[in-house]
T-cell receptor
Framework: KQEVTQIPAALSVPEGENLVLNCSFTDSAIYNLQWFRQDPGKGLTSLLL?????REQTSGRLNASLDKSSGRSTLYIAASQPGDSATYLC?????????????FGAGTRLFVKA | DVKVTQSSRYLVKRTGEKVFLECVQDMDHENMFWYRQDPGLGLRLIYFSYDVKMKEKGDIPEGYSVSREKKERFSLILESASTNQTSMYLCASSYHRVLAKNIQYFGAGTRLSVL
């Protein structure tokens, strides 16, 4: 059974710091891995989608990497800003489920101090 | 931009009531999903639908049903609400084709309290 774990559960950093959020999954048979951002009391916003054949994706100050063989992904945020404060979730789409199911981690709550 | 709209941001209901949560998407997506989100448990899939009138159970379907009479609308129904169904409910939609590139788009969520 696929499980997704995110460590740490919460992180507080000063503004301007570069940081890495970690995601691990137990089964490497996935279609893709997606990183989301969730602001308090709001829905999820897709940040980056990495297909199983890709190693990384970049969008602005965000870079996500995928190492399928080791079951790990990282989300790198450069030059963090207070506006980056949110919960970040990773999610994998496992193979063998018809591609419709997505397994989410519990998230890392990030607080960037001004 | 893709828009997924959930009809209510906040709902308060009483135990035993029948509750309807509505979700509408405007991008002609085939797939629609209902999740619930609870602290420490992440998002868990309740039901999904890959076409009109089609539905499949997710990981926690007990106590819920769904309806998809039109492509753009996916309703979650709590037949007899219970206190353990107090949660944040999130609706999502996605295209059917090219699953490897399939991005899910989420609504803003409905926070349901059952008293």
């Amino acid at each position: 059974k696929q499980e997704v774990t995110q460590i740490p559960a919460a992180l507080s950093v000063p503004e301007g710091e570069n940081l890495v959020l970690n995601c691990s999954f137990t089964d490497s048979a996935i279609y893709n891995l997606q990183w989301f951002r969730q602001d308090p009391g709001k829905g999820l916003t897709s940040l980056l989608l990495i297909q199983s054949s890709q190693r990384e994706q970049t969008s602005g100050r965000l870079n996500a990497s995928l190492d399928k063989s080791s079951g790990r992904s990282t989300l790198y945020i450069a030059a963090s800003q207070p506006g980056d404060s949110a919960t970040y979730l990773c999610a994998v789409r496992p193979k063998g489920t018809g591609g419709f199911k997505t397994i989410f981690g519990a998230g890392t709550r990030l607080f960037v101090k001004a | 931009d893709v828009k997924v709209t959930q009809s209510s941001r906040y709902l308060v209901k009483r135990t035993g009531e029948k509750v309807f949560l509505e979700c509408v998407q405007d991008m002609d997506h085939e797939n629609m999903f209902w999740y619930r989100q609870d602290p420490g448990l992440g998002l868990r899939l309740i039901y999904f639908s890959y076409d009109v009138k089609m539905k499949e159970k997710g990981d926690i379907p007990e106590g819920y049903s769904v309806s998809r009479e039109k492509k753009e609308r996916f309703s979650l129904i709590l037949e007899s609400a219970s206190t353990n169904q107090t949660s944040m409910y999130l609706c999502a939609s996605s295209y059917h084709r090219v699953l490897a590139k399939n991005i899910q788009y989420f609504g803003a969520g409905t926070r349901l309290s059952v008293l």
